[in-house]
């Protein structure tokens, strides 16, 4: 990060989704805001921006932020992950949202991208997570429409269909 000014400006640096973007930016700017105004990621979700419901989900050298929740500048020469990049490199769906989509883990779809993210960082962590990790690390992001029990049930397979690459 460098100060381009007295007031006003900082610029800053990360990898977002494997690609290099840099900005001039507020310092005050939330990381949420620089993925979605400046970077056009709109896929990371603004909804309590309190850091308490989990749909701005972005993963921050592999560990999972509520995005409404970091200056944008504590990113600064990170490596950030958000749901953009959870594709397949083939272009098709990625393992876990395959799982999503399968399960019917969601329903409007608000909540997807961050239980995307946060179950991506899940799967690195724990490969073969039990019920009872599965559970926790889900109840950290909000879901107002599915019960749950889908979203669980996509993390279940997710899990499998990630194990199941990783043999190949
Ligand atoms: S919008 Fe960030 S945690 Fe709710
Ligand atoms: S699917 Fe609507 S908030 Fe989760």
Redesign the pocket.
């Known amino acids: 990060m460098s100060e381009s000014g007295p007031v006003s400006r900082v610029t800053v640096a990360m990898e977002v989704d494997g690609r290099r973007r840099t900005a001039q930016i507020p310092p005050r700017t939330v990381l949420l805001d620089l993925l979605r105004e400046r970077f056009g990621l709109t896929g990371v979700k603004a909804s309590c921006e309190r850091g308490v419901c989990g749909a701005c989900t972005a993963l921050v050298d592999g560990v999972p932020a509520a995005s409404c929740s970091v200056f944008a500048f504590q990113a600064d020469g990170a490596t950030v992950e958000t749901a953009h990049g959870a594709g397949h490199p083939d272009g098709g769906l990625g393992p876990v949202q395959q799982a999503f989509a399968e399960c019917g883990g969601?329903?409007?779809?608000?909540?997807?991208p961050g239980m995307i993210m946060l179950t991506t960082a899940l799967l690195r962590a724990h490969p073969d997570p039990s019920e009872e990790q599965i559970r926790e690390w889900v109840s950290s992001n909000v879901?107002?429409?599915?019960g749950y029990a889908m979203i669980l049930d996509s993390v279940r397979r997710a899990a499998q269909l990630c194990r199941e690459e990783a043999a190949r």
């Not at 969601?106 to 997807?112: D, E, K, N, R, S």
């Not at 879901?143 to 599915?146: I, Q």
Request: with cysteine.
């Open positions: 969601f329903q409007c779809g608000y909540c997807t879901c107002r429409c599915t």
